[in-house]
């Protein structure tokens, strides 16, 4: 049974259908949706392109818009930088390396929404304890959350504190799979530190490398919880990103056709960065071999 031709595809077969069900059609109704709008008694009625021509009017999405490429050029490089130092660091075996990568993978484990409650808490600007750290070292409190320049920020280090450790796990692998005669003959070739990282490290993990970044930005461009439950977008339109954007249109103004028209455009976006940051790291001869 299992050398009949049919057999893989029999296997993947779950997977595949899930991935329709759950990510192909809500995606597809989303687009379909996003031409359509209620009217006064709640009827969806056919506009075209009208929502997505509001949108290109409406400053504030503009504004949303520029915040979450913003957010994202700073975050995405950032937070593989800090898995590939992690990863880099736990690499080689030692007495309590064990500890060390559980540590790093420990944030991972907690969900998002309480990773925003107790972030929330520990930067709260009068009863923190962070702030109080701050201020018995002498130190003045800062606002974090609450400041409009450094809401984006604080933001992007919280979202960092829970993701690195998941991407270190990818990175880690790429660092195990290069082969150990390689570090050894760059070590007799008299390359060291710095020098072997970016001659050779690097190089050979352009593969994990571009798949962690892709990965990366897709949900950094979906990220919602800490928005939603710490900031609310604010002050000041500060940490107002596409897809908190999209929930208020849908839940709060009850217009779901903007919302599948906001959905849409991050779809495209994430999409169009997918690609370049593809090309960036894999070029297309790369690939064919």
């Not at 736990?90 to 540590?103: H, T």
């Amino acid at each position: 049974m299992f050398r009949h031709p049919w057999a893989p595809y029999a296997f993947i077969a779950p997977a595949f259908i899930g991935l329709f069900v759950f990510r192909f059609i809500p995606i597809g109704l989303s687009g379909f949706g996003s031409f359509f709008s209620e009217n006064l008694r709640g009827d969806m009625v056919f506009v075209g392109l009208k929502n997505y021509a509001e949108l290109m009017d409406d400053p504030s999405f503009w504004n949303t818009m520029r915040v979450t490429l913003i957010f994202n050029l700073i975050i995405n490089p950032f937070q593989i930088c800090c898995a590939l130092a992690l990863a880099m660091l736990v690499r080689r075996p030692s007495k309590f390396i064990d500890v060390f990568r559980l540590g790093f993978i420990m944030p991972m484990t907690v969900s998002i929404a309480l990773t925003s409650i107790i972030w929330s808490i520990l930067l709260d600007p009068t009863l923190g304890p962070v702030n109080g750290l701050l201020r018995w070292g002498g130190f003045q409190s800062q606002p974090f959350f609450r400041s409009e320049h450094q809401a984006l920020e604080t933001l992007i280090l919280v979202a960092t504190w829970k993701g690195a450790g998941y991407w270190m796990i990818f990175l880690l692998s790429g660092l195990l799979a290069i082969p150990r005669e390689i570090d050894d003959s760059a070590l007799i070739d008299g390359a060291t530190g710095i020098r072997k990282f970016i001659s050779i490290t690097l190089p050979l993990m352009k593969r994990p490398l571009a798949f962690v970044l892709v990965a990366d930005t897709a949900a950094n461009f979906l990220l919602f919880a800490p928005v939603y439950i710490i900031t609310n977008g604010g002050p000041n339109g500060a940490t107002q990103l596409l897809m908190f954007e999209a929930y208020q249109a849908a839940f709060a103004y009850i217009n779901h056709g903007r919302s599948m028209a906001i959905s849409t455009i991050i779809l495209g976006v994430v999409l169009l960065i997918a690609m370049f940051e593809l090309r960036l790291f894999i070029p297309a001869e790369e690939e064919q071999s």
